[in-house]
Protein backbone atom coordinates (compact mmCIF):
# COMPACT_ATOMS: atom_id res chain seq x y z
CA UNK A 1 0.00 0.00 0.00
CA UNK A 2 2.61 2.48 0.90
CA UNK A 3 4.18 1.85 -2.50
CA UNK A 4 0.80 3.87 -3.98
CA UNK A 5 1.03 7.13 -1.86
CA UNK A 6 2.12 10.19 -3.76
CA UNK A 7 5.31 11.64 -2.61
CA UNK A 8 4.95 15.26 -0.99
CA UNK A 9 8.29 16.26 0.07
CA UNK A 10 10.14 18.97 -2.09
CA UNK A 11 13.45 16.98 -2.12
CA UNK A 12 11.96 13.35 -2.48
CA UNK A 13 10.21 14.55 -5.78
CA UNK A 14 13.07 16.62 -6.96
CA UNK A 15 15.38 13.92 -6.38
CA UNK A 16 12.94 11.87 -8.51
CA UNK A 17 12.39 14.40 -11.66
CA UNK A 18 16.19 14.79 -11.61
CA UNK A 19 16.92 11.24 -11.78
CA UNK A 20 14.25 10.73 -14.66
CA UNK A 21 16.04 13.54 -16.57
CA UNK A 22 19.60 12.60 -15.95
CA UNK A 23 18.35 9.06 -17.47
CA UNK A 24 16.65 10.59 -20.28
CA UNK A 25 19.66 12.68 -21.49
CA UNK A 26 21.72 9.93 -21.09
CA UNK A 27 19.65 7.46 -22.68
CA UNK A 28 19.30 9.72 -25.74
CA UNK A 29 23.10 10.68 -26.05
CA UNK A 30 23.93 6.80 -25.50
CA UNK A 31 21.44 5.42 -28.20
CA UNK A 32 22.52 7.70 -30.68
CA UNK A 33 26.29 6.78 -30.23
CA UNK A 34 25.39 3.31 -29.80
CA UNK A 35 23.75 3.68 -33.50
CA UNK A 36 27.23 4.70 -35.15
CA UNK A 37 28.54 2.25 -38.14
CA UNK A 38 25.42 -0.21 -37.02
CA UNK A 39 23.00 -1.79 -39.73
CA UNK A 40 19.97 -0.64 -40.37
CA UNK A 41 18.09 -3.58 -38.96
CA UNK A 42 20.51 -3.22 -35.75
CA UNK A 43 19.61 0.34 -35.07
CA UNK A 44 15.80 -0.58 -35.24
CA UNK A 45 16.33 -2.93 -32.84
CA UNK A 46 17.93 -0.60 -30.20
CA UNK A 47 15.80 2.11 -31.10
CA UNK A 48 12.97 -0.46 -30.58
CA UNK A 49 14.51 -1.29 -26.61
CA UNK A 50 15.37 2.35 -25.90
CA UNK A 51 12.25 3.26 -26.71
CA UNK A 52 10.32 1.45 -24.79
CA UNK A 53 12.33 1.50 -21.79
CA UNK A 54 12.24 5.44 -22.05
CA UNK A 55 8.56 5.41 -22.06
CA UNK A 56 8.10 2.93 -19.34
CA UNK A 57 10.30 4.89 -17.23
CA UNK A 58 8.10 7.96 -17.96
CA UNK A 59 4.82 5.97 -17.39
CA UNK A 60 5.99 4.57 -14.31
CA UNK A 61 7.67 7.82 -12.51
CA UNK A 62 5.40 10.40 -13.75
CA UNK A 63 2.30 8.28 -13.11
CA UNK A 64 3.29 7.87 -10.03
CA UNK A 65 4.38 11.05 -8.86
CA UNK A 66 0.89 12.39 -9.71
CA UNK A 67 0.19 16.56 -9.76
CA UNK A 68 1.69 18.99 -11.71
CA UNK A 69 4.80 16.19 -12.74
CA UNK A 70 2.38 13.63 -14.44
CA UNK A 71 0.68 17.02 -16.07
CA UNK A 72 4.16 17.63 -17.62
CA UNK A 73 4.33 14.18 -18.42
CA UNK A 74 0.67 14.14 -20.42
CA UNK A 75 1.74 17.10 -21.97
CA UNK A 76 4.96 15.36 -23.69
CA UNK A 77 2.67 12.34 -24.17
CA UNK A 78 1.13 14.04 -27.78
CA UNK A 79 4.38 14.79 -29.24
CA UNK A 80 6.74 12.73 -31.75
CA UNK A 81 9.83 13.49 -29.21
CA UNK A 82 13.16 14.34 -30.61
CA UNK A 83 15.05 11.82 -29.14
CA UNK A 84 13.32 8.94 -30.56
CA UNK A 85 13.97 8.11 -34.61
CA UNK A 86 11.24 8.61 -36.66
CA UNK A 87 10.04 4.73 -37.32
CA UNK A 88 9.48 4.27 -33.41
CA UNK A 89 7.88 7.58 -32.73
CA UNK A 90 4.39 6.25 -32.91
CA UNK A 91 5.43 3.20 -30.19
CA UNK A 92 6.90 6.23 -27.84
CA UNK A 93 3.67 8.38 -28.20
CA UNK A 94 1.40 5.31 -27.89
CA UNK A 95 3.22 3.98 -24.65
CA UNK A 96 3.54 6.81 -23.21
CA UNK A 97 -0.45 8.52 -24.01
CA UNK A 98 -1.37 5.88 -21.16
CA UNK A 99 -0.65 8.84 -18.82
CA UNK A 100 -3.63 10.24 -20.95
CA UNK A 101 -6.32 7.13 -20.02
CA UNK A 102 -5.08 5.08 -17.61
CA UNK A 103 -2.90 6.68 -15.08
CA UNK A 104 -2.37 4.43 -12.00
CA UNK A 105 -4.94 4.18 -9.29
CA UNK A 106 -5.30 5.36 -5.67
CA UNK A 107 -7.35 2.52 -3.71
CA UNK A 108 -11.55 3.63 -3.81
CA UNK A 109 -11.04 3.23 0.72
CA UNK A 110 -8.81 6.33 0.45
CA UNK A 111 -10.14 8.53 -2.08
CA UNK A 112 -13.63 7.78 -0.18
CA UNK A 113 -12.14 9.20 3.03
CA UNK A 114 -11.36 12.46 0.87
CA UNK A 115 -14.86 12.71 -0.08
CA UNK A 116 -16.69 11.88 3.04
CA UNK A 117 -14.20 14.85 4.38
CA UNK A 118 -15.83 17.03 2.39
CA UNK A 119 -19.25 15.80 2.17
CA UNK A 120 -19.77 13.96 5.02
CA UNK A 121 -21.58 9.75 4.59
CA UNK A 122 -21.63 8.79 0.60
CA UNK A 123 -24.92 7.38 1.77
CA UNK A 124 -26.33 10.79 2.74
CA UNK A 125 -25.64 12.35 -0.89
CA UNK A 126 -25.43 9.58 -3.67
CA UNK A 127 -27.80 6.30 -4.09
CA UNK A 128 -25.05 4.58 -5.34
CA UNK A 129 -21.59 5.16 -6.81
CA UNK A 130 -19.03 2.57 -8.77
CA UNK A 131 -15.82 1.88 -6.86
CA UNK A 132 -14.02 1.65 -10.60
CA UNK A 133 -12.91 4.82 -11.71
CA UNK A 134 -14.09 5.83 -15.43
CA UNK A 135 -10.90 7.96 -15.23
CA UNK A 136 -7.68 8.33 -13.73
CA UNK A 137 -5.82 11.81 -14.19
CA UNK A 138 -2.98 13.96 -12.81
CA UNK A 139 -4.88 15.57 -9.73
CA UNK A 140 -7.65 12.70 -9.18
CA UNK A 141 -10.09 10.21 -10.13
CA UNK A 142 -13.49 10.26 -11.44
CA UNK A 143 -16.16 8.09 -10.36
CA UNK A 144 -19.73 7.64 -12.23
CA UNK A 145 -22.52 7.44 -9.32
CA UNK A 146 -26.33 8.44 -8.91
CA UNK A 147 -27.79 10.82 -6.59
CA UNK A 148 -31.27 10.14 -4.68
CA UNK A 149 -33.14 11.89 -7.31
CA UNK A 150 -32.13 9.45 -10.15
CA UNK A 151 -29.54 11.78 -12.03
CA UNK A 152 -26.37 10.27 -12.85
CA UNK A 153 -23.45 12.37 -12.10
CA UNK A 154 -19.39 12.11 -12.42
CA UNK A 155 -17.69 12.57 -8.61
CA UNK A 156 -13.77 13.62 -9.36
CA UNK A 157 -11.99 13.33 -6.14
CA UNK A 158 -8.60 14.35 -5.53
CA UNK A 159 -5.16 11.89 -4.86
CA UNK A 160 -5.17 12.52 -1.17
CA UNK A 161 -2.00 14.70 -0.87
CA UNK A 162 -2.10 15.91 -4.15
CA UNK A 163 -2.12 19.91 -2.90
CA UNK A 164 1.02 19.51 -1.10
CA UNK A 165 2.66 17.38 -4.35
CA UNK A 166 1.54 19.57 -6.45
CA UNK A 167 3.09 23.16 -4.73
CA UNK A 168 6.83 20.89 -4.24
CA UNK A 169 6.78 20.57 -7.66
CA UNK A 170 5.81 24.44 -8.49
CA UNK A 171 9.89 24.53 -6.40
CA UNK A 172 11.47 22.23 -8.74
CA UNK A 173 11.02 23.84 -12.31
CA UNK A 174 14.39 23.90 -12.75
CA UNK A 175 13.74 19.75 -12.06
CA UNK A 176 10.85 20.24 -14.75
CA UNK A 177 13.56 22.80 -16.97
CA UNK A 178 15.44 19.49 -17.31
CA UNK A 179 13.27 17.09 -17.82
CA UNK A 180 11.50 18.74 -20.64
CA UNK A 181 15.06 19.69 -22.38
CA UNK A 182 15.50 15.98 -22.29
CA UNK A 183 12.63 15.39 -24.86
CA UNK A 184 12.70 18.60 -27.00
CA UNK A 185 15.67 21.37 -26.85
CA UNK A 186 14.25 24.77 -25.53
CA UNK A 187 11.01 23.58 -24.13
CA UNK A 188 11.91 24.33 -20.45
CA UNK A 189 12.51 28.07 -20.86
CA UNK A 190 11.92 29.12 -17.47
CA UNK A 191 8.94 31.78 -18.40
CA UNK A 192 7.35 29.07 -19.91
CA UNK A 193 7.50 27.14 -16.93
CA UNK A 194 6.66 29.62 -14.74
CA UNK A 195 3.49 30.00 -16.65
CA UNK A 196 2.55 26.33 -16.49
CA UNK A 197 3.40 26.74 -12.77
CA UNK A 198 0.34 29.66 -12.65
CA UNK A 199 -2.14 27.46 -14.40
CA UNK A 200 -1.44 24.17 -12.96
CA UNK A 201 -1.60 25.38 -9.38
CA UNK A 202 -5.37 26.78 -10.88
CA UNK A 203 -6.41 23.35 -11.92
CA UNK A 204 -6.37 22.21 -7.49
CA UNK A 205 -9.54 24.80 -7.08
CA UNK A 206 -12.15 22.78 -7.46
CA UNK A 207 -14.43 25.37 -6.88
CA UNK A 208 -13.26 27.71 -9.38
CA UNK A 209 -13.66 25.09 -11.78
CA UNK A 210 -16.97 23.91 -10.85
CA UNK A 211 -18.16 28.06 -12.12
CA UNK A 212 -15.86 27.51 -15.36
CA UNK A 213 -17.53 24.26 -15.71
CA UNK A 214 -21.21 26.37 -15.12
CA UNK A 215 -20.35 29.12 -17.13
CA UNK A 216 -19.42 27.06 -20.30
CA UNK A 217 -22.40 24.38 -19.40
CA UNK A 218 -24.96 27.32 -19.42
CA UNK A 219 -23.28 28.83 -22.81
CA UNK A 220 -23.34 25.56 -24.31
CA UNK A 221 -27.08 24.49 -23.39
CA UNK A 222 -29.37 23.78 -25.67
CA UNK A 223 -26.36 23.42 -28.66
CA UNK A 224 -27.15 21.08 -31.87
CA UNK A 225 -23.72 18.74 -31.10
CA UNK A 226 -22.20 20.13 -28.68
CA UNK A 227 -22.50 19.23 -24.69
CA UNK A 228 -20.62 20.38 -21.83
CA UNK A 229 -21.88 18.60 -18.79
CA UNK A 230 -23.28 21.37 -15.91
CA UNK A 231 -21.69 21.29 -12.27
CA UNK A 232 -23.66 20.40 -9.69
CA UNK A 233 -23.19 23.15 -7.48
CA UNK A 234 -24.45 22.41 -3.91
CA UNK A 235 -21.73 18.94 -3.79
CA UNK A 236 -18.69 20.91 -5.26
CA UNK A 237 -16.13 21.16 -2.84
CA UNK A 238 -12.23 22.31 -2.54
CA UNK A 239 -11.66 18.57 -2.85
CA UNK A 240 -14.53 17.05 -4.66
CA UNK A 241 -16.27 17.97 -7.90
CA UNK A 242 -19.90 17.16 -9.09
CA UNK A 243 -20.76 17.06 -12.54
CA UNK A 244 -23.77 15.69 -15.26
CA UNK A 245 -22.52 12.62 -16.44
CA UNK A 246 -22.11 12.41 -20.05
CA UNK A 247 -22.09 8.93 -21.54
CA UNK A 248 -20.14 8.84 -24.32
CA UNK A 249 -17.08 6.24 -26.04
CA UNK A 250 -13.71 7.78 -25.35
CA UNK A 251 -11.76 9.92 -27.88
CA UNK A 252 -9.69 7.33 -29.08
CA UNK A 253 -12.58 5.25 -30.11
CA UNK A 254 -13.13 7.50 -32.97
CA UNK A 255 -9.77 6.35 -34.69
CA UNK A 256 -11.79 3.51 -36.09
CA UNK A 257 -14.81 5.13 -37.60
CA UNK A 258 -15.52 5.67 -41.22
CA UNK A 259 -13.77 9.18 -42.69
CA UNK A 260 -16.89 11.15 -42.48
CA UNK A 261 -17.29 10.97 -39.01
CA UNK A 262 -14.02 11.28 -37.95
CA UNK A 263 -14.52 14.78 -39.93
CA UNK A 264 -17.68 15.46 -38.34
CA UNK A 265 -16.09 14.79 -34.77
CA UNK A 266 -13.05 17.16 -35.87
CA UNK A 267 -14.88 20.13 -37.09
CA UNK A 268 -16.53 20.05 -33.45
CA UNK A 269 -13.43 19.83 -31.86
CA UNK A 270 -11.93 23.00 -33.71
CA UNK A 271 -14.86 24.68 -33.18
CA UNK A 272 -14.84 24.18 -29.24
CA UNK A 273 -11.43 25.02 -28.86
CA UNK A 274 -10.51 27.48 -31.28
CA UNK A 275 -12.89 29.16 -32.59
CA UNK A 276 -14.90 29.76 -29.12
CA UNK A 277 -11.05 31.29 -28.12
CA UNK A 278 -11.04 33.90 -30.35
CA UNK A 279 -15.10 34.71 -30.32
CA UNK A 280 -15.72 34.49 -26.79
CA UNK A 281 -12.36 35.44 -25.49
CA UNK A 282 -12.16 32.80 -23.35
CA UNK A 283 -10.59 28.74 -23.58
CA UNK A 284 -10.58 25.82 -22.35
CA UNK A 285 -6.24 25.20 -22.11
CA UNK A 286 -6.33 21.65 -22.38
CA UNK A 287 -7.56 20.01 -25.37
CA UNK A 288 -6.17 16.71 -25.17
CA UNK A 289 -8.21 13.64 -26.25
CA UNK A 290 -8.88 12.40 -22.53
CA UNK A 291 -11.25 15.05 -22.06
CA UNK A 292 -13.45 14.61 -25.26
CA UNK A 293 -16.14 12.57 -25.58
CA UNK A 294 -18.51 11.24 -28.15
CA UNK A 295 -22.35 10.24 -27.77
CA UNK A 296 -23.74 7.19 -30.23
CA UNK A 297 -26.04 9.93 -31.49
CA UNK A 298 -23.08 12.12 -32.98
CA UNK A 299 -22.91 14.52 -29.58
CA UNK A 300 -19.43 15.61 -28.80
CA UNK A 301 -19.14 15.88 -24.90
CA UNK A 302 -16.04 18.13 -23.57
CA UNK A 303 -15.45 17.81 -20.04
CA UNK A 304 -12.28 19.14 -17.60
CA UNK A 305 -12.42 22.88 -17.06
CA UNK A 306 -9.35 22.53 -14.32
CA UNK A 307 -7.37 24.92 -16.84
CA UNK A 308 -9.94 27.63 -18.35
CA UNK A 309 -8.75 30.51 -19.46
CA UNK A 310 -9.44 34.06 -20.59
CA UNK A 311 -7.77 36.40 -22.75
CA UNK A 312 -7.64 39.94 -23.53
CA UNK A 313 -9.01 40.79 -27.02
CA UNK A 314 -5.99 42.79 -27.48
CA UNK A 315 -4.08 40.20 -27.49
CA UNK A 316 -6.62 37.77 -29.47
CA UNK A 317 -6.49 41.22 -31.61
CA UNK A 318 -2.64 40.95 -32.22
CA UNK A 319 -2.97 37.30 -33.25
CA UNK A 320 -5.48 37.76 -35.46
CA UNK A 321 -3.34 40.59 -37.52
CA UNK A 322 0.16 38.29 -37.17
CA UNK A 323 -2.27 35.25 -38.95
CA UNK A 324 -3.99 37.72 -41.24
CA UNK A 325 -0.60 39.48 -42.38
CA UNK A 326 0.39 35.55 -42.47
CA UNK A 327 -1.86 34.49 -44.90
CA UNK A 328 -1.55 37.16 -47.21
CA UNK A 329 2.15 36.83 -47.03
CA UNK A 330 3.08 40.53 -45.87
CA UNK A 331 6.35 39.29 -43.97
CA UNK A 332 7.13 42.69 -42.99
CA UNK A 333 3.30 43.20 -40.94
CA UNK A 334 4.35 40.12 -38.89
CA UNK A 335 7.85 41.27 -38.41
CA UNK A 336 6.34 44.93 -37.48
CA UNK A 337 3.59 44.09 -35.19
CA UNK A 338 5.72 41.49 -33.01
CA UNK A 339 8.59 44.32 -32.73
CA UNK A 340 5.91 46.48 -31.50
CA UNK A 341 4.73 43.79 -28.92
CA UNK A 342 8.43 42.82 -27.42
CA UNK A 343 8.16 39.50 -29.44
CA UNK A 344 11.31 40.09 -32.12
CA UNK A 345 13.87 40.34 -29.64
CA UNK A 346 15.45 44.30 -30.01
CA UNK A 347 19.22 43.60 -31.69
CA UNK A 348 18.44 40.15 -32.80
CA UNK A 349 19.28 38.94 -36.51
CA UNK A 350 15.84 38.29 -36.82
CA UNK A 351 14.73 39.03 -40.67
CA UNK A 352 10.91 39.99 -41.34
CA UNK A 353 11.10 36.19 -43.96
CA UNK A 354 12.09 34.05 -40.66
CA UNK A 355 9.18 35.39 -38.91
CA UNK A 356 6.61 34.67 -41.76
CA UNK A 357 8.39 31.14 -42.03
CA UNK A 358 8.06 30.92 -38.53
CA UNK A 359 3.88 31.38 -38.12
CA UNK A 360 2.98 29.10 -41.20
CA UNK A 361 5.21 26.43 -39.91
CA UNK A 362 3.51 26.70 -36.45
CA UNK A 363 -0.01 27.77 -37.59
CA UNK A 364 0.48 27.59 -41.35
CA UNK A 365 -3.04 24.92 -41.25
CA UNK A 366 -5.25 27.98 -40.27
CA UNK A 367 -4.07 29.76 -43.48
CA UNK A 368 -3.76 26.96 -46.30
CA UNK A 369 -7.14 27.63 -48.51
CA UNK A 370 -7.27 23.40 -49.28
CA UNK A 371 -8.79 20.38 -47.60
CA UNK A 372 -6.13 19.43 -45.23
CA UNK A 373 -5.58 16.30 -43.36
CA UNK A 374 -4.09 16.24 -39.79
CA UNK A 375 -1.96 13.58 -39.31
CA UNK A 376 0.42 13.07 -36.37
CA UNK A 377 3.37 13.90 -38.17
CA UNK A 378 1.96 17.35 -39.46
CA UNK A 379 1.02 17.63 -36.07
CA UNK A 380 3.88 17.16 -34.16
CA UNK A 381 6.47 19.31 -36.49
CA UNK A 382 4.08 22.30 -36.00
CA UNK A 383 4.37 21.94 -31.92
CA UNK A 384 8.24 21.05 -32.49
CA UNK A 385 8.99 24.20 -34.44
CA UNK A 386 6.77 26.46 -32.49
CA UNK A 387 8.55 25.15 -29.18
CA UNK A 388 11.85 25.43 -30.18
CA UNK A 389 12.37 27.70 -32.83
CA UNK A 390 15.99 27.35 -33.08
CA UNK A 391 15.72 24.01 -34.56
CA UNK A 392 17.77 23.36 -37.99
CA UNK A 393 15.29 25.08 -40.18
CA UNK A 394 14.77 28.26 -37.80
CA UNK A 395 17.47 28.98 -36.35
CA UNK A 396 16.36 32.97 -37.35
CA UNK A 397 13.94 32.88 -34.93
CA UNK A 398 15.56 31.84 -31.98
CA UNK A 399 15.36 34.87 -29.75
CA UNK A 400 11.69 35.29 -30.37
CA UNK A 401 9.98 36.04 -27.13
CA UNK A 402 6.64 34.46 -26.32
CA UNK A 403 5.02 36.83 -24.02
CA UNK A 404 2.91 34.86 -21.12
CA UNK A 405 -0.47 35.65 -22.15
CA UNK A 406 -0.06 34.01 -25.33
CA UNK A 407 1.80 30.75 -23.71
CA UNK A 408 -1.59 28.86 -22.97
CA UNK A 409 -3.27 30.08 -25.94
CA UNK A 410 -0.61 28.86 -28.30
CA UNK A 411 -0.84 25.49 -26.23
CA UNK A 412 -4.60 25.42 -26.88
CA UNK A 413 -3.97 25.71 -30.87
CA UNK A 414 -1.31 22.73 -30.82
CA UNK A 415 -2.56 20.30 -28.63
CA UNK A 416 -6.12 20.94 -30.46
CA UNK A 417 -3.93 19.81 -33.53
CA UNK A 418 -2.41 16.94 -31.97
CA UNK A 419 -5.70 15.92 -31.25
CA UNK A 420 -7.00 16.41 -34.71
CA UNK A 421 -4.28 14.06 -35.63
CA UNK A 422 -4.98 11.57 -33.26
CA UNK A 423 -8.03 10.45 -35.14
CA UNK A 424 -6.20 11.66 -38.87
CA UNK A 425 -9.77 14.48 -39.10
CA UNK A 426 -9.70 16.06 -42.92
CA UNK A 427 -10.96 19.57 -44.00
CA UNK A 428 -10.95 23.32 -45.33
CA UNK A 429 -9.46 24.46 -41.66
CA UNK A 430 -8.57 27.54 -43.13
CA UNK A 431 -12.29 28.01 -44.45
CA UNK A 432 -13.47 27.24 -40.37
CA UNK A 433 -10.77 30.09 -39.31
CA UNK A 434 -12.23 32.50 -41.71
CA UNK A 435 -15.08 32.79 -39.16
CA UNK A 436 -12.92 34.05 -36.42
CA UNK A 437 -10.13 35.58 -38.85
CA UNK A 438 -12.32 37.62 -41.52
CA UNK A 439 -15.60 37.69 -39.52
CA UNK A 440 -16.99 35.97 -41.95
CA UNK A 441 -20.04 33.83 -42.24
CA UNK A 442 -20.03 30.13 -42.14
CA UNK A 443 -19.61 27.77 -44.83
CA UNK A 444 -20.43 24.15 -43.62
CA UNK A 445 -23.41 23.00 -42.74
CA UNK A 446 -22.29 22.53 -39.03
CA UNK A 447 -21.74 26.39 -39.28
CA UNK A 448 -24.63 27.29 -40.07
CA UNK A 449 -26.57 25.50 -38.09
CA UNK A 450 -24.96 26.50 -34.95
CA UNK A 451 -25.33 30.02 -36.59
CA UNK A 452 -29.05 29.44 -36.66
CA UNK A 453 -29.14 28.51 -33.04
CA UNK A 454 -27.49 31.54 -31.76
CA UNK A 455 -29.38 33.55 -33.56
CA UNK A 456 -32.48 31.76 -32.19
CA UNK A 457 -31.00 31.83 -28.89
CA UNK A 458 -30.78 35.48 -29.13
CA UNK A 459 -34.13 36.16 -30.05
CA UNK A 460 -35.80 34.34 -27.40
CA UNK A 461 -33.50 36.11 -25.15
CA UNK A 462 -35.20 39.81 -26.14
Known amino acids: MADRQIPTGRLVRGARLGRLAAGQAARGAGTKLAMLGRTEQARRVLAERSTLQAAQQVVTVLGGMKGAAMKLGQMASVLDLDL ?88 NLQFFSLLWKSFLP ?34 YRGHPYITVPDSIGEFCTDNVLVTEFFDGRPFQTIRGLPAAQRNHVGELVYRFYITAMFTDGEYCADPHPGNVLVADDGRVGFVDFGLYN ?3 REHLELERQVLCAAEQYRADEVYRLWAERGIVEPGSRVRAQDCLEYVWSAAGWHLLDEEITVTPELATGAVVLALDPRSADHRGVRHLLLPPEHVFSRRADLFTLT ?44
Not at 125 to 134: C, S
Not at 136 to 151: C, E, F, K, T
Not at 187 to 206: C, F, P, Q, S
Open 310 to 312: TIE
Open 84 to 171: IPADYREMFRTKLATLLDSAPTVPFAEMMAVLEHDLGRAGRVFADIDPVPVAAASIGQVYRARLHNGRDVAVKVKYPGVDRAVQADMR
Open 186 to 219: SAGDHDVLEEIARNITAELDYRQEARNQHRVASR
Open 419 to 462: ALGRIEATHNWHRLAREWLHHEAPTTDIGRAIEEWRHAELRSER
